[in-house]
């Protein structure tokens, strides 16, 4: 009897693993077709380009407090290798990330049902071109929110006695 449960939890366990297999290769697929790792990683560049110029500044600064001098050319060159390699540590983490958080969410069968449906031309023309929708939904958003800070802190500025 006791050989007979051992190996049923044998199997179970072995059944498990195997199912967790599945969902991460069907999970893995569902974000392969649907084209969500690189639309993240290109807005994830975007951004580190858009903050570069104060990163360069601030590591200007810093330097310059600790009676440093470095070339500006230097500090551009090592701001940009650090957005690249930023980029790429983030892209080997952001699919198992992904598969977490999907298994969180949904079942296998839901994941292969959701896949299915992604595989359809429709959705394919959709996720061919998702990447150009978030540049530029980003560049829009980029310019409303720099619009709207500006605005913003001159507002605070003139209703604030303190900074008359």
Known sequence: MLKILSIAVLLLATGATVKADDFSDQAMKMLEVGNTIKPTLDMMDRML???????????????STQG??????DVVDLVNEYRKEVVVRFSGELAPIMVEELRKQFTLEEVMAITEVMETPAFKLYTDRVPAIMASAQ???????TKIGKEVMQELIQNNPKFH
């Open 49 to 63: 380009v858009t903050m570069s110029p104060n990163l360069v500044q601030q590591i200007e600064l810093g330097f």
């Open 68 to 73: 440093k001098s470095v070339d500006h050319q």
């Open 139 to 145: 560049s829009v958003g980029e310019q409303v929110g």
